[in-house]
């Protein structure tokens, strides 16, 4: 009776499990159709783009918010957006928090999925930060945290930040 019983046993748990296991679905990251086709560079961040001039960004962005010169380069403030400005009046930085294609049409912006980034501006570089785990002194491993993904095209370089998953800002510079 013991190996009947033990048979019993084995089916229930085999169609317990079985049950269990219907319409279960295990997902290993984002689809990648999810977010439409992927946008390759160039980009702008909100419009403003490296080696544009101060009239041409004021033109396009409207009045700053403020401005502020340090070591013959000025750093002009349009809410979420800044750009920084070489001796020559050309943007040599942009910093902000969205990017948005030549058409100024938002690709991404700042709350994003890094699983959307990816997604919208394709895998890029990536460089992950970490956090150490563990209590007391010792360390047993570590947390991501975050990073930052670097995409690049003929004039720029585009350094996406990640933090706990989601877009924290974008930076543009010229190669």
Known sequence: MT??????????????L???????????????????????PPWTIGGARPGMTQDEAGQLLGPPTR????YQRTTTWWAEISVTFD?????????????????????????????EVVGRLGRGNLRSSYQPSGSGVISC?????????RYEDATTVYTVSIYEDRLASVRARPR
Do not use: M, N
């Open 67 to 70: 401005s502020e010169t340090k």
């Open 141 to 149: 491993g570590g947390r991501r945290t975050g990073g930052e993904r």
């Open 87 to 115: 001796a020559s009046g050309r943007a040599v930085e942009v910093f902000g928090d969205r990017v948005t294609g030549p058409d100024r049409q938002t690709i991404v912006q700042r709350g994003a999925s890094e699983a």
């Open 3 to 16: 190996s009947g019983a033990g048979r019993l046993r084995a089916a229930a748990l085999g169609a317990w």
């Open 18 to 40: 079985a049950a269990g296991a219907i319409g279960c679905h295990t997902v290993t990251g984002p689809d990648p159709d999810a977010y439409g086709p992927v946008s390759p």
